[in-house]
């Protein structure tokens, strides 16, 4: 879900969804943390941020899912490109296997 909403907001709100854009994502997966990272093309219309949309809006919630599923988000970057950070902590408490 996370690389889905990430990856979606890259080509909506960036340069990453017109003819030769892209986006990049980067999964990094260690015994402490999965960390997932999207980076755009830039040329951003709106610079990512949580929003509180209204209950009847159809869109604006979903940087709110991310940060609420995640244990730490970051955005950093510029204009020219942004790379909105996802990191997932393992739980030490769990015990047994991650998956």
Not at 55 to 60: Q, V
Request: charged share 15%; proline share 4%; glycine share 12%.
């Amino acid at each position: 879900m996370i690389v889905t909403e990430l990856g979606t907001n890259a080509l909506t709100y960036t340069a990453s969804g017109c003819g030769t854009g892209a986006f990049h994502v980067t999964i990094t997966v260690s015994e402490l943390t999965t960390t997932i990272a999207v980076t755009d093309s830039g040329q951003a219309r709106t610079t990512p941020e949580i929003q509180h949309p209204p209950l009847n809006a159809t869109h604006g919630r979903g940087l709110g899912m991310v940060a609420v599923l995640a244990d730490n988000v970051t955005i950093q970057g510029d204009d020219s490109g942004r790379t909105v950070t996802a990191e997932l902590r393992a739980d030490s408490h769990q015990g047994g296997h991650p998956c």
